[in-house]
Nanobody, 118 residues
Framework: QVQLIESGGGLVQAGDSLKLSCTASTRTFSSYAMGWFRQAPGKQRDMVATITIGSSTNYAESVKGRFTISRDTAKKMVYLQMNSLKPEDTAVYYC????????????WGQGTQVTVSS
């Protein structure tokens, strides 16, 4: 069973930067597409950024130009670099994994809180 563990959340001010990390406990990490999702209080969980096994990326419109997703296959890590943070970025951020032949993300981390004060 694959386990994902996020780290790097915290409390920052608007305009600051933060980098989230996600480590995966699997020998087949290179066969998983990875993603970052977030859920604000009272709202549904939304996609923030995804990265394929070939490192193609996709971003939500609200974070384009500010956030960057990357992966290090050797270290089995996925990162989310967040710059120019806004109060509306406040949410619990989740790392997720999707097996290469699956359509949906089915493996989730426990989440890490990001709070951006104005």
């Amino acid at each position: 069973q694959v386990q994902l563990i996020e780290s790097g959340g915290g409390l920052v001010q608007a305009g600051d930067s933060l980098k989230l990390s996600c480590t995966a406990s699997t020998r087949t990490f290179s066969s998983y597409a990875m993603g970052w999702f977030r859920q604000a209080p009272g709202k549904q969980r939304d996609m923030v950024a995804t990265i394929t096994i070939g490192s193609s990326t996709n971003y939500a419109e609200s974070v384009k130009g500010r956030f960057t997703i990357s992966r290090d296959t050797a270290k089995k890590m996925v990162y989310l670099q967040m710059n120019s943070l806004k109060p509306e970025d406040t949410a619990v951020y989740y790392c997720a994994a999707r097996w290469v032949t699956n359509r949906d993300y089915s493996i989730w981390g426990q989440g890490t809180q990001v709070t951006v004060s104005s």
